[in-house]
T-cell receptor
Framework: QQQVKQSPQSLIVQKGGISIINCAYE??????FPWYQQFPGKGPALLIA?????SEKKEGRFTISFNKSAKQFSLHIMDSQPGDSATYFC??????????FGKGTMLLVSP | SQTIHQWPATLVQPVGSPLSLECTVE??????LYWYRQAAGRGLQLLFY??????ISSEVPQNLSASRPQDRQFILSSKKLLLSDSGFYLC???????????FGNGTRLTVT
């Protein structure tokens, strides 16, 4: 029940295209859903996060869509750029608990 | 502003040798501190976390231990490294309460 399932494992998108990464969860008590971006050799960095009282949050080219009834949330990267090539992790937690991470998606944006 | 420091950035150690990785956080007090391990091409595995000095919770029983001798210092140790201890070790922190988690830049450990 604590798992967060992330897909796809890897993704190749052409420059200018839309990258979509999906996550699903079981624990309905989760109330915080962040996405992290990790470049090779670096620690993950918080990219964007959402709470379940909204269905969408947008920051620049990055958008989280949240579907509470389906227990799913996704990251959309609009106008994908080669500099977006990285590993992306979704995560979830309840209040003061530790984060449960998905297994990550390696995104490659081809020039 | 808050910053997190991890060192060393890379480390090559022989099997059976001891390990000490250090992490410090600046600009905050009484943070929650975490150690994660990331195997090559894999996800993030939580190893230990601490909500206060001397308070350590272990998520995975293994060859490692953690200590928190000071409020903003978190240390990952091993008495005898195994080949399977190789990986990318990440320290992370967040303020107590409902706040975001922030990672350091990690230590790449290779056990030979």
């Amino acid at each position: 029940q604590q798992q967060v399932k992330q897909s796809p494992q890897s993704l190749i998108v052409q420059k200018g295209g839309i990258s979509i990464i999906n996550c699903a969860y079981e624990n309905t008590a989760f109330d915080y859903f962040p996405w992290y971006q990790q470049f090779p050799g670096k620690g993950p960095a918080l990219l964007i996060a959402i709470r379940p009282d909204v269905s969408e949050k947008k920051e620049g080219r990055f958008t989280i869509s949240f579907n509470k009834s389906a227990k799913q949330f996704s990251l959309h990267i609009m106008d994908s750029q080669p500099g977006d090539s990285a590993t992306y992790f979704c995560a979830a937690r309840t209040g003061y608990s530790t984060l449960t991470f998905g297994k990550g998606t390696m995104l490659l944006v081809s020039p | 502003s808050q910053t997190i420091h991890q060192w060393p950035a890379t480390l090559v150690q022989p099997v059976g040798s001891p390990l000490s990785l250090e992490c410090t956080v600046e600009g905050t007090s009484n943070p929650n501190l975490y150690w994660y391990r990331q195997a090559a091409g894999r996800g993030l595995q939580l190893l230990f976390y601490s909500v206060g000095i001397g308070q350590i919770s272990s998520e995975v029983p293994q060859n490692l231990s953690a200590s928190r001798p000071q409020d903003r210092q978190f240390i990952l140790s091993s008495k005898k490294l195994l080949l399977s201890d190789s990986g990318f070790y990440l320290c992370a922190w967040r303020d107590s309460g409902n706040s975001p988690l922030h990672f350091g830049n990690g230590t790449r450990l290779t056990v030979t």
